[in-house]
Each structure stands twice: as C-alpha cells, then as structure tokens.
C-alpha cells in the first residue's frame, strides 16, 4: 500500500464524530522532499488521493528563516501567500497547520480535536494531568494557531529532541487538540488507543459521564419563527435540541469558527439582537430559547454544525469536570480567531 492510501485510510478512521467535528483537525504524510497535507476547508472523512496538497518541503522550510511583520494580520498574509508558492499540484489551499506538520521528523501526522481530550486540553488542570498520564508528551499552552504555533512549537521540539534524543510523539496544545506522529500506521493507531483509554479511565473515576444526554422534545415553531424574523438571514435555517448545559464562552478555536464565542441567552426582542450584534460586531450562531438550544446558520450545513459545536462543547464543558473545571479562551486569543481570514475562508469552504 502506498503512503498516500495510507493516510487516506488514516483520514477516514479518525475522520469521525469521535475524533473531529465539521473541518476540523487535518493530516499529513511526507517523505525527504514532498508533504501532502490536507486542504483547509475539507473534511478528514471526505479525503481522497488526488485531494491532498503536495507541497514542497525545501520551500516550506524558507519559512522558518524569514521575518514576519509584528502586525497579525500582515503576517498570515505573508505566511499565507509562501505556503502557496510551495504548493505543487491543484487540490486547493494547504491547512494553515501544514508548517507545522512538516516539523515533525515522522512520516505520518494525525491532529484531531476529540471531547475527550479537549476535556483535558481545555480544563485548569490540563498541563497537570497531561504529564501524569503522558510524561512522554510535550505540552504547549494556549498559543495562536497558524504561524505563530508552528514556530514556537518547532523550537520546544527542538528542545525536547536536544534533551530527550528524539521528538514527542505526542503534542498536546491547550485549548486546541492532539497531534500524533510516527513512521507507521500501526504505531499511530496505537497511540492514539494510548491517549483515549487513559482519558475514559480518568473519567470513569470521576465519576463523569462521557457522552452529552439531551433529553427529546418538541420543537416550537413559533420560537424557531421568532428567531427567523429577528435574526433574518442569519437564521435563515434553524436547527435545535432540548436544553444542554452549553458553555457560555469560547473554548477551542473550532468552536469560535461554528458557533461563535458566546450564545445569544437574552430576551428574543428586538432590542436584545441590536444589542448583542453591538457588543459583538456580528450575529450569533447558537441562541438558547423557549427551554431549546438553536443552531442558526445561512444554510442547513452552517445551522446544523452550529448546534453539533455547541453540543461539543457543553461535552467538553462537562469532561472537564475530571481536571479541575472548563477553562476559557482569553479576550485576546478569541479575537484574533475572530478576525483572521484563515478561518473565514474555511468556514466558507465547508
């Protein structure tokens, strides 16, 4: 079997609910000179051949060397624009973590966002918990995906290699995921059953619930109505559930993407929506009603996976129970997910 239907075959194994949600997570799989690293904007269980982006990996290592702009915005576009220049074939634009994927000396490379972990990641207690169970792993604070995450976490593993002798097969980024290296497929199965079984222990023994109840229930139509009217396009399809504990702030940089950092809990009125959008700069994507939690989107897809992230992460929320209790995104980490144009486009593209 070749390298490429390999990490096809990996793609789709962890391209689940379990592992990801939406476009989240993406993989990757490289020899001397070539990376195929999956595009932004696509689904790990959509993946195929001919859809990974081959890039050149003598023109992504220019990028370590060069000076970026201090100003965020002018330094995704310069990074954005040299990733392009590497790219070798036609299967559309690079996941923004391809510059990290080709730090990593392994062959292959798989990096989810699952609730389990992200109960970890997530939780005040994370870095904690994270050398207990994996002291093999290196763990990395909340830092801003993108450029600023690859050349920061290339010099820890750079570090880790000088002290240790060789890379961390797991990287264990706060408020983010897990990426898993290695030269096999075999091998990142076996880590990834590593991961996950010590994670269900640790709540089995807190007694935490591992899956997120929602109980049935009738929709209302008037409320979805309701909704509709005063979020207009915004909303123009609704999706809903029975009320979840749902997290009141932002938790992962994927749930920023889908259903934004904070529901809409007020008062459906008018004034309460003016409000909100003033405060925020843009409209909801979850707005809690009439004892239902609603997932609002411009089309079915948008709706659907607003209320499937907001489900995700009141999971997430509730596993973090285990390590001491949720721990948020700050201000500044949320703002810059909000304004960067990276997630924009791949929120267009799913």
């Not at 169970?133 to 050349?151: H, R």
């Not at 199965?189 to 991961?195: E, G, Q």
């Not at 929320?317 to 791949?346: H, K, P, T």
Request: aromatic share 8%; glycine share 8%; hydrophobic share 40%.
């Amino acid at each position: 079997m070749t390298d490429l239907k390999t990490i096809v075959e990996l793609s789709h194994e962890f391209g689940t609910t379990d592992y990801v949600k939406g476009g989240g997570g993406n993989t990757s799989v490289k020899n001397g000179t070539t990376l195929w690293v999956k595009p932004s904007g696509t689904t790990l269980a959509g993946m195929e051949e001919k859809t990974f982006v081959q890039m050149d990996r003598a023109k992504i290592n220019e990028l370590y060397a060069v000076e970026t702009p201090s100003e965020p915005a002018a330094r995704e576009e310069l990074v954005k624009n040299l990733m392009a220049g590497a790219v070798e074939n036609e299967a559309g634009r690079p996941s923004v973590e391809a510059p990290l994927h080709n730090v990593f000396d392994a062959r292959f490379v798989v990096h989810t966002h699952p609730a389990l972990v992200n109960g970890l990641t997530c939780a005040t207690g994370g870095e904690a918990a994270c050398k207990r169970l994996w002291p093999d792993a290196l763990w990395v604070e909340y830092i801003d995906p993108g450029y600023t995450l690859c050349m920061e976490v290339r010099k820890r593993i750079e570090a880790y290699k000088a002290a240790i002798g060789n890379q961390p097969a797991l990287l264990v980024l706060q408020n983010h995921g897990i990426f898993v290296s290695a030269d096999t497929p075999e091998e990142i199965r076996a880590l990834y059953v590593r991961v996950m079984d010590a994670l269900k222990a640790e709540y089995f023994a807190a007694g935490i619930v591992q899956t997120l109840e929602v109980p049935e229930g009738e929709k209302s139509p008037e409320t979805e109505a309701k909704i509709q009217t005063l979020f207009g396009d915004d909303a123009a399809f609704v999706a809903s559930s029975e009320m979840f504990a749902y997290a009141p702030g932002p938790i992962t940089p994927d749930h920023l993407v889908y259903s934004k950092a904070f529901p809409f809990t007020a008062e459906l009125t008018e004034e309460a929506v003016a409000q909100y959008k003033a405060e925020r700069g843009y409209a909801p994507k979850v707005v809690v009603a009439a004892n239902r939690v609603h997932g609002i989107g411009t089309s079915r897809k948008n709706a659907d996976l607003a209320l499937e992230f907001a489900q995700d992460g009141a999971l997430v929320m509730q596993l973090s129970g285990a390590f001491g209790g949720i721990n948020y995104m700050d201000d500044a980490a949320r703002e810059f997910i909000e304004n960067w144009e990276v997630e924009s486009y791949r929120q267009k593209q799913m």
